[in-house]
């Protein structure tokens, strides 16, 4: 079944996940503890919470998928001051 804006909208409902791009780091750390976007299911794999696909299975595989993020944030700005916990 196809994901709807519905789907999306729900989900964001149920966290409290406000405009991504305005959410302050503490507000979005939060989020992230609360597993608005990633849960570790009972057979220790690393899931998306909203889909449900499991994104790692074992270390390296964390590992990776991390190394792959950090690819992603050296190209991305810093954030406005007022958004910063900095």
């Known amino acids: ?3 709807t ?3 999306i909208k729900e989900h964001h409902d149920y966290y409290g996940i406000a405009d991504i ?3 302050h780091t503490t507000d979005y750390r ?3 503890k609360d597993g608005a976007f990633l849960w570790i299911d009972s057979h220790d794999f690393v899931r998306s919470t909203f889909s449900e696909e499991i994104l790692a299975t074992n270390r390296e595989q964390l590992d ?3 190394e792959h993020l950090q690819e ?3 190209r991305m700005p810093k954030p406005p ?3 910063s916990e900095q």
């Open 1 to 3: 079944m196809p994901v």
């Open 5 to 7: 804006l519905q789907d």
């Open 21 to 23: 791009c305005t959410t």
């Open 30 to 32: 939060q989020l992230l």
């Open 64 to 66: 990776a998928l991390i």
């Open 72 to 74: 992603y944030r050296d």
């Open 81 to 83: 001051e007022w958004m």
